[in-house]
């Protein structure tokens, strides 16, 4: 006699069907919990005590054994034909292995392994057992996360070799949608702006990258990632514009409400490059668009530009910031040009400067 397939599917909200019937939501969140880790760990008899330990760590032995067998109850009221799917023993539970048994979490394993990975992608409708926060579905939980990312990465690169860029880009916005911090999920999407000939939408998605890395963890863009951003700019620099005008990276949105801080630094710099040198120091809370504007004045002017960051685990090292400046590439390139004198006082100057 054939028995009916019962359709599981665990990434995203629990769904169960019976030959492609919906059958209702089970109206317990434990019974959820006990069916999933049945499911997922149907290799092998479970016992008890762990099952009730799992579900319930801060009850009592007792409490927890009489808890599993209430929720058991509840899962066999629920699941048609429920003893052909699940052997129950006086010490263990185990989800039988001859029932038939259509589950996504196992499809989608499968698709992943097999270098399917439209087809796993396709299969991943969220989270395991989106919603629920048991303590033993974290590591499975993100093991599985770490799965659709890979199959995210390898779907996208078959797209980009294909030349589906629109694909390629939603992939790549998925990919950062989950774990927004990724600096290479950025580049990713950069990069597949820039090969769609979208250059606007590009360097908005650098823009995106640096205000997201500033806010959360106060830091700038890899030198990677500003590589790829110099490539969205023809020429590797923009048009020069007067010091009063509103100047801006080519392809990106408008800076809006800067005229005042744009017109002097423009003006610092004119004064600068006439030769009375100036110092100039952007400061404000994060988000509010401060590497956006200083990104502005290094296209504006073309100038040689050197990076070096600062941190409060520098201690009291000395001119840590400038020595960086010196031995940056377009800067070092320059030094020797020096007269001598200023070559021997840079060692004292900077410490950590190589003594001429």
């Known amino acids: 006699m054939r ?34 880790y049945l499911l997922l760990h149907r290799d092998a008899p479970q016992p008890r005590q762990r099952l009730a330990f799992l579900l319930w760590p801060g009850s009592s ?3 927890a054994q009489t808890n599993l067998r209430k929720v058991l109850h509840t899962l066999r009221r629920a699941l ?10 006086p010490r263990t539970l185990r989800w039988r292995p001859d029932a038939p048994l259509w589950l996504d979490v196992e499809r989608f394993e499968r698709a992943v392994a097999d270098g399917r990975p439209a087809e796993a992608v396709g299969l991943y409708a969220g989270d ?33 070799q294909d ?11 998925r990919l950062i949608a989950r774990d927004p911090l990724r600096e290479d999920y950025h580049r990713l999407l950069i990069g597949f702006c820039r090969a769609s000939g979208d250059r606007a939408r590009a360097v908005r998605a650098y823009h995106v990258c640096a205000t997201t890395l500033e806010d959360e963890l106060g830091i700038e863009p890899a030198p990677e990632t500003r590589v790829l ?17 509103a100047s801006r990276v080519p392809g990106t949105p ?37 590497t956006r504007l200083v990104e502005e004045l290094r296209a504006h002017t073309g100038a040689v530009t050197a990076e070096a960051r600062g941190y409060p685990g520098d201690g009291s090292l000395a001119y840590g910031i400038a020595t960086a400046w010196l031995r940056s590439g377009p800067v070092a390139a320059r030094v020797t040009r020096l007269v001598r004198p200023d070559l021997t006082d840079l060692p004292g100057c900077c410490p950590s400067w190589p003594a001429r």
């Open 61 to 63: 032995e007792g409490q």
């Open 163 to 173: 030349h589906r860029w629109p694909e390629a880009i939603r992939c790549a916005e």
């Open 80 to 89: 048609p034909d429920a003893d052909r799917l699940i052997e129950i023993g």
């Open 128 to 160: 395991l057992l989106e919603g629920r926060y048991d303590d033993w579905l974290a590591a499975e939980r993100e093991r599985l996360a770490g799965l659709h990312a890979d199959a995210l990465q390898r779907l996208a690169r078959q797209h980009e």
């Open 229 to 245: 951003y110099e490539s969205l700019v023809p020429g590797g620099q923009a048009d020069r514009a007067s010091p009063g005008r």
């Open 254 to 290: 408008p800076l809006v409400g800067r005229d005042d801080e744009r017109a002097r630094l423009a003006a610092a710099w004119q004064a600068a490059a006439s030769g009375h040198p100036r110092l100039v120091l952007v400061t404000g809370e994060a988000g509010i668009g401060k």
């Open 3 to 36: 028995q009916n397939t019962l359709r599981v599917r665990l990434l995203g909200p629990v769904d169960l069907q019976l030959d492609n019937q919906p059958l209702p939501p089970l109206d317990s969140a434990r019974a959820e919990s006990l069916l999933a």
